[in-house]
């Protein structure tokens, strides 16, 4: 069974700061990962989504890596503002299209 | 472009009440998923439809839950009778097709009393 796992679960920095977000998965037969943002009441919203057979992916301020083979993904997040104050969800599909989701990151920046 | 929508955004039931959730998706979208999202945890998805099709329901408590997709557009998720534990956000989503990002629509938040 696929499990996510994503470090830290709580995070606050101060506005201009570049930071990391963790996710890895224990099963590395995926077809892509997806990072997501989450506001307070909200839905998801699609950030950055990651085919298996890519490394990388970029938009914006925001890049996402994938190490498919050691089950790890990250998100860096350039010179972070408060609008940025949000949980962050990293999610992977395997066989059947199903989405598999961490618990989230929960990012402040503080001002 | 509209998104996918849902109705109502808030719910508030006694127990062994019954409560359904409607959910319209991206225009053209063919697959479309509901999930259940418990407090600080992240979405689990209860099924999937392909079209009107539900190709997995593998997740979903038929007991007391069930959902429809009537010609392949709108869906309706409902339990019956609501439990306690039932409080969470119930989301719905859609893609182009399978295996294909997945958009989200606002959620319902559902409180069992």
């Known amino acids: 069974k696929q499990e996510v796992t994503q470090i830290p679960a709580a995070l606050s920095v101060p506005e201009g700061e570049n930071l990391v977000l963790n996710c890895s998965f224990t099963?590395?037969?995926?077809?892509?990962l997806q990072w997501f943002r989450q506001d307070p009441g909200k839905g998801l919203t699609s950030l950055l989504l990651i085919q298996s057979s890519q490394r990388e992916q970029t938009s914006g301020r925001l890049n996402a890596s994938l190490d498919k083979s050691s089950g790890r993904s990250t998100l860096y997040i350039a010179a972070s503002q408060p609008g940025d104050s949000a949980t962050y969800l990293c999610?992977?599909?395997?066989?059947?299209?199903?989405?598999?989701f961490g618990e989230g990151t929960q990012l402040t920046v503080n001002p | 472009e509209a998104g996918v929508v849902q109705s109502p955004r808030y719910k508030i039931i006694e127990k062994k009440q019954p409560v359904a959730f409607w959910c319209n998706p991206i225009?053209?979208?063919?697959?479309l998923y509901w999930y259940l999202q418990n407090l600080g945890q992240g979405p689990e998805l209860l099924i999937r439809?392909?079209?009107?099709?539900?190709?997995?329901d593998s997740q979903l408590p038929k007991d007391r839950f069930s959902a429809e997709r009537l010609k392949g557009v709108d869906s309706t998720l409902k339990i019956q009778p609501a439990e306690l534990g039932d409080s969470a956000v119930y989301l719905c989503?859609?893609?182009?097709?399978?295996?294909?990002?997945?958009?989200f629509g606002p959620g319902t938040r559902l409180t069992v009393l």
């Open positions: 099963d590395s037969a995926i077809y892509n």
């Open positions: 999610a992977v599909e395997t066989s059947g299209s199903r989405l598999t």
């Open positions: 989503a859609s893609s182009l097709v399978a295996s294909n990002e997945q958009f």
């Open positions: 225009s053209g979208h063919n697959t």
């Open positions: 439809y392909e079209n009107e099709e539900a190709v997995d």
